[in-house]
């Protein structure tokens, strides 16, 4: 992606969330895959949007990519280490204890009145567990549903493989462990902890484990019914659409919302119907609807207060 979120989204650095959003929307509207196949220019332009997006658009990740502790990808920025990050390491017999540069001196003492000292004679030497190290990844909508392999780049250069589980959501954290910070004397690695951000789709809505989806028909499909074409996570169906149908009714499809935590089962498809206007109304069509209001005129908010 861009090393400037803020230019990848067409936005100032001191814009509002408001105004990054609509960036993003209309960005998303213009260069999505779906809407543009084959086209690459406006997929990485989608692309680099879409992780812009996700890293700007919670305040806490924006402030620290602004305060410079993660990179444009969302990944921790190599940060000087001190000792107190491995004082604060779980399995430290003094996690949790005051680590301020000013109290190094009794911590140190501490050590070696309860170890006897660093090595030497009858001296041990302290061993403790690396402290882990934080990571926000940003994955696709369909990648969270069907579960993917995505790199990583560590501080130190490394790239290690995350695998995504299906249906993960955002905020959950992935655990590699032994990917993260060494160990101080001959302690093990720390973990790798890597929160997971999903990016939000054009089409699909995730509702739990069900998808759910806005779909427009047209004013004779609304009145006559029929089959129409709808996109699902797994690719295009047909559905039929009722005779008489109003805006705000909605399908069900079985089977085609995201797998089920534990289990082979999927949730469902919610296709959610809304009349959509011509772009002009023609004089056929205006004397036409003049003629049959006449006498066959009906009152849709009937009963609702005036």
């Not at 990054?20 to 086209?39: M, N, T, V």
């Not at 305060?67 to 444009?72: K, M, P, Q, T």
């Amino acid at each position: 992606m861009s090393d400037d979120p803020y230019a990848a989204l067409g936005v100032a650095k001191d814009a509002s969330d408001a105004e990054i959003k609509k960036a993003y929307r209309r960005i998303a509207k213009e260069c999505h895959p779906d809407l543009k196949p084959g086209d690459a220019e406006a997929e990485a332009n989608f692309k680099a949007a879409a992780a812009a997006y996700d890293l700007l658009k919670d305040p806490e990740t924006r402030k620290r990519y602004d305060n410079g502790e993660i990179d444009a990808s969302g990944q921790e920025r190599p940060q000087q280490q001190y000792y107190r990050d491995y004082a604060e390491a779980a399995g430290n017999p003094y996690r949790g204890q005051a680590t301020d540069p000013d109290d190094m001196s009794d911590i140190f003492a501490e050590f070696m009145r309860g170890r006897g000292g660093f090595g030497g004679q009858g001296g041990r030497e302290f061993h403790a567990p690396g402290h882990n190290l934080n990571f926000t990844l940003q994955i696709s909508f369909l990648d969270a549903v069907f579960g993917a392999s995505q790199k990583l780049t560590l501080p130190d250069g490394d790239r290690i493989e995350v695998k995504i589980p299906a249906g993960i959501t955002s905020g959950q954290t992935i655990r590699l462990r032994g990917k993260g910070a060494a160990g101080y004397g001959e302690g093990p690695r720390g973990d790798a902890l890597v929160t997971v951000s999903v990016a939000d789709h054009p089409v699909f809505d995730r509702q739990g484990n069900d998808i759910h989806i806005t779909l427009p028909i047209t004013i004779d499909e609304a009145v006559l019914g029929g089959k129409v074409a709808a996109p699902t996570i797994d690719g295009g169906v047909n559905v039929t659409v009722p005779a008489g149908t109003s805006s705000g009714r909605t399908l069900r499809l079985r089977g085609k919302g995201v797998k089920k935590r534990g289990s082979a089962e999927r949730g469902d498809q919610l296709i959610e119907l809304t009349i959509s206007m011509p772009d002009q109304i023609d004089d056929e069509l205006r004397q036409f609807m003049d003629s049959w209001r006449e006498t066959h005129r009906y009152d849709p908010r009937k009963g609702m207060p005036s």
